[in-house]
């Protein structure tokens, strides 16, 4: 008992100095990387990848073939107006489809085969018959992304129209005075002559999320890794007899083990990997079997979920054990802080700062999610996202395990051996 009130720590500076600055740029950073890349997704757009199809088969009017559907293809993917935010990748009605169900495309427009047979009818000059108003049909992509889906729908809509009236001036100056003749209602279509449907593209099961269940499955995935992690490295410091270990009201310590930190990191990792075995199993129990989420491939399911466990598990206990108590901070900002705007899930990776799609290419909710993605919404095929989850995950480990052990042991080569708890000195009380 040296007789200092607790509460006497209050004054002292480093504590509120340390704390303050801690916390404040915590929740700087937070605010930074969560808003910013969501504050204007619009305008940050560039090169969403959007399909084109033209599958007019044209028209013979006049004696001269007419092929409205080239035109325009044409003048949307020559267009200027939106600038470099789509990139209009033209195809056919089969490559559109299998990229829609890669998540390659967040939608695509597509003018269908009767396209310029259907408009000249409206002029009276083509085949006989009631005249029918084509449509230009808009596809939309949910599983690539609610909010991407949304941009391509936006920018193929008005992408449409626009054509649809560029059509009707043409028809109207071909056939000068003679639209006089026509009735008011031909009068009107001619002048817009296209409809515009929307349809998706690629449907989801109803328990989907539209289009979120991957990415919040994945979030899951490395919630509980890194929790597990600064969890693990607590109780195998507690075994060890490094720390105390508190259970409520009671205190347990005990005996002292001595271990390098190499040898204290490899097995939290052991013990890590071997739990991730339970948490995948878990997660996915959860997730399918007590929620009802839509899923198939359960055994891939269940053995990529296991490793995107013990992967983000032994990222973060390797930051934990290399920077110590501040490495629970950089674990969140890594796995959570600079993982969630960057996963290319609430915001496609195209409509986001240059910054945040650097930080896209290797943060590790990115290319789980993808991961997850493929499985679950497009036949776990590897080139929409589960060959490059695979590679990164397993990228991402050797990278960890290098540093961590790396790094651990110049600790342990240079003496920088962890203090045990009956060996620290005590301290000054006048340091207080």
Same mark, same amino acid.
């Given at each position: 008992? /040296?007789?200092?009130h ?9 504590? &509120? ?11 700087? @950073? ?7 890349a ?11 990848? =959007?399909?084109?199809?033209?599958a ?10 007419? /092929? ?19 990139? &209009?990748?033209?195809m056919?009605?089969k ?40 449509? +230009?049909? =808009? ?6 992304g609610?909010?991407?889906s ?10 449409? %129209? ?7 001036k043409? +028809? ?15 009068r ?7 409809? =515009? ?6 449907p @989801?099961d109803?328990?989907?999320g ?8 994945a ?6 890794g ?5 969890v693990?490295?607590g ?14 009201? #009671? ?5 002292l ?5 190499v ?8 013990l890590?990997?071997t ?7 878990l ?8 929620m ?9 399911? &269940? ?6 466990v ?13 920077f110590?108590t501040?490495g629970m901070?950089v ?10 705007p ?9 409509? #986001?700062?240059g ?9 590790? @909710? ?5 991961g997850?993605?493929?499985? @679950? ?13 695979w ?10 395990? +290098? ?6 042991? &110049? ?9 045990p708890?009956?060996? %620290?000195? %005590?301290? /000054?009380?006048?340091?207080?």
């Open positions: 008992m /040296n007789g200092i607790p509460f006497r720590v209050l004054r002292a500076k480093p504590l &509120w100095i340390a704390s303050g600055v801690i916390t404040g740029v915590l929740a700087l @950073l937070f605010a930074v990387l969560y808003v910013g969501n504050i204007d997704p619009a305008g940050h757009m560039k090169k969403l990848p =959007v399909g084109l199809v033209n007019d088969k044209g028209a013979a009017v006049g004696g001269k073939q007419v /092929n409205l559907g080239a035109q325009i293809t044409g003048s949307i993917k020559k267009s200027t107006a939106s600038g470099d935010k789509i990139d &209009w990748k033209v056919d009605e490559e559109v489809k299998e990229e829609l169900g890669k998540g390659k495309l967040y939608g695509a427009l597509v003018v269908p085969a009767d396209f310029t047979s259907s408009v000249t009818a409206l002029t009276g000059t083509a085949a006989t018959g009631t005249p029918v108003r084509p449509a +230009l049909t =808009v596809l939309t992509n949910q599983s690539a609610s909010l991407g949304g941009l391509a729908r936006t920018a193929t809509t008005q992408a449409a %129209e626009s054509a649809s009236l560029n059509v009707g043409e +028809l109207t100056a071909q056939i000068g005075p003679a639209q006089a003749k026509l009735p008011a209602a031909a009107v279509l001619l002048a817009d002559p296209a409809a =515009v449907t929307v349809k998706d593209g690629h @989801l109803a328990h989907s539209l289009g979120l269940s991957a990415f919040y499955y979030l899951a995935l490395v919630v509980c890194m929790l597990s992690a600064n693990i490295s109780q195998v410091d507690h075994a060890l007899g490094y720390t105390h270990n508190d259970m409520g009201p #009671l205190r347990m310590h005990r005996p083990i001595r271990a390098t930190r040898q204290t990191l490899a097995v939290s990792s052991t890590l990997a739990l991730s075995l339970v948490m995948g199993t997660v996915m129990v959860g997730a399918v079997g007590i009802g989420m839509d899923a198939s491939h359960l055994p891939l399911l &269940w053995l990529f979920s296991v490793c995107a013990a992967v983000s598990g032994i990222g973060a206990l390797t930051l934990l054990a290399v110590g501040p901070l674990a969140t900002l890594v796995f959570i802080g600079m993982a969630v960057t996963a290319n899930a609430t915001t496609p990776i195209q409509a #986001l700062p910054f945040y799609r650097f930080l896209a290419e290797f943060e590790p @909710l990115r290319q789980i999610t993808g997850i993605r493929s499985i @679950l919404y497009y036949d776990a095929q590897g080139d929409a996202g589960l060959t490059r989850g590679v990164m995950m397993a990228a991402g480990l050797v990278a960890a395990l +290098l540093f961590g052990f790396g790094v651990l042991g &110049w600790y342990d080569r240079k003496g920088l051996h962890r203090i708890v009956e060996a %620290e000195p %005590e301290k /000054n009380a006048s340091a207080v």
